[in-house]
Structures are given as structure tokens and as C-alpha cells.
């Protein structure tokens, strides 16, 4: 069966500080990795990651997936209160598999 | 706004009931996906439809079924309710999972559905 983890579970930080999530996985016929952004609606999508070693930027936040050792990273760097939200790892198998998420409260 | 579309947004019905919940999917996008979200459960995936025909099951319960009509949108039926079926049901589409590496998948705002 496959399997997402994603930790920390939640994480408080000030406005500024750089923040790491973490995903590791174990899935069988792995396509991508992709990292979602959830508030208090739908998740909103941030990265696909298919190649080991290449890191994604989109301002602020960059994603890098390690596919020998099975896990992804997503930082944060001087964050804002607006990144406050559940950050969300899935694993485009067979399936979409997603983990539990990240809580991150960004306090001012 | 991802484009796509859910409909209700906010459910309220008794046990033992039957609701429908609709999505229309992003304009150009063939496969939607339903996704069930409770408090306890994390987001978990249901089923997904392709052009039409069903594509990839998940944990979805017998009591709960689904289909994508010619036109694309999707309907997802959940019959004899119970309380644990609370929860926040998504829809989401894509262009085509199997064409080349696009998985990526835009969720609607999601109905949100409570048993009483």
C-alpha cells in the first residue's frame, strides 16, 4: 500500500524565519510528487516534482524531491503571515496518495 | 479560482439519506477526481473518472457511487447516510494523467456535507 508521511505535523514560527516540511514516501510506480497549499477552502497547487536533484522555485518557496532516499523538502524563507496553512505532499502513483499535512502557523 | 465547480456548497441532511453532489470540471480538462476530507482522515481519495468511464477507485464505500456524464461534468451519489460521512467532499480535474507528467490537479471549493 502506499504511503505518504509528512512531518512535523505542525510548526509555529515568526514572520521571517525559514521553515522546512518534509515528505517521505513508499510508492509503487512513482510518476510525481506534488506539493499543495490548503487554507480554509481547497488545496491550491504549488509544485510537481518528477526529476531527483532539481530544485522548483516560485518566490518565497522552493521544493527539491530526493527519489533515491524518497522524500521531498519544501522551504519556506521569510515568512509571511499569509503562508499560514496546511501544506500538503501527494504522491501520483496508481493513485493520488496524499499525506496528513503540515499545520504551519506564521505569527507576526 | 481553479475553474472548476462544485455545487452545493453546504449540505445538511439526516441519516439514512441519499444526496447528490456535482462538479464541473476546469474548461479542456477530461478527468475529474472526488476526494473525501474528515477531520480525522485527511484528504482521501475516492474515485476518478476519465472522458467518461472510470479510470482509478480508491477508498470509496459501496454506498457511494459516481459517474461522468458526456458533457464531463460528474456526479457523486452517497446513499444511506451516516454520520461518519461528514466531511468535506472535493472534486478535482486534469487534462490527462497519463499524458506525459501532468498530474497536476485543481480542486473545486468543495461541498461540505453534514449527517445529522
Known amino acids: 500500500e502506499d504511503k505518504v508521511v509528512q512531518s512535523p505535523l505542525s510548526l509555529v514560527v515568526h514572520e521571517g524565519d525559514t521553515v522546512t516540511l518534509n515528505c517521505s514516501y513508499e510508492v509503487t510506480n512513482f510518476r510525481s510528487l506534488l506539493w499543495y497549499k490548503q487554507e480554509k477552502k481547497a488545496p491550491t497547487f504549488l509544485f510537481m516534482l518528477t526529476s531527483s536533484g532539481i530544485e522548483k522555485k516560485s518566490g518565497r518557496l522552493s521544493s527539491i524531491l530526493d527519489k533515491k532516499e524518497l522524500f521531498s523538502i519544501l522551504n519556506i524563507t521569510a515568512t509571511q503571515t499569509g503562508d499560514s496553512a496546511v501544506y500538503l505532499c501527494a504522491l501520483a502513483g496508481n493513485m493520488l496518495t496524499f499525506g496528513g499535512g503540515t499545520r504551519l502557523m506564521v505569527k507576526p | 479560482d481553479s475553474g472548476v465547480t462544485q455545487t452545493p456548497k453546504h449540505l445538511i441532511t439526516a441519516t439514512g439519506q441519499r444526496v447528490t453532489l456535482r462538479c464541473s470540471p476546469r474548461?479542456?480538462?477530461?478527468?475529474v477526481y472526488w476526494y473525501q476530507q474528515s477531520l480525522d482522515q485527511g484528504l482521501q481519495f475516492l474515485i476518478q473518472y476519465y472522458n467518461g468511464e472510470e479510470r482509478a477507485k480508491g477508498n470509496i464505500l459501496e454506498r457511494f457511487s459516481a459517474q461522468q456524464f458526456p458533457d464531463l461534468h460528474s456526479e457523486l451519489n452517497l446513499s444511506s447516510l451516516e454520520l461518519g460521512d461528514s466531511a468535506l467532499y472535493f472534486c478535482?480535474?486534469?487534462?490527462?494523467?497519463?499524458?506525459?507528467?501532468?498530474?497536476?490537479?485543481?480542486f473545486g471549493p468543495g461541498t461540505r456535507l453534514t449527517v445529522l
Open positions: 474548461s479542456g480538462d477530461l478527468s
Open positions: 478535482a480535474s486534469s487534462v490527462d494523467p497519463l499524458a506525459g507528467a501532468l498530474d497536476t490537479q485543481y
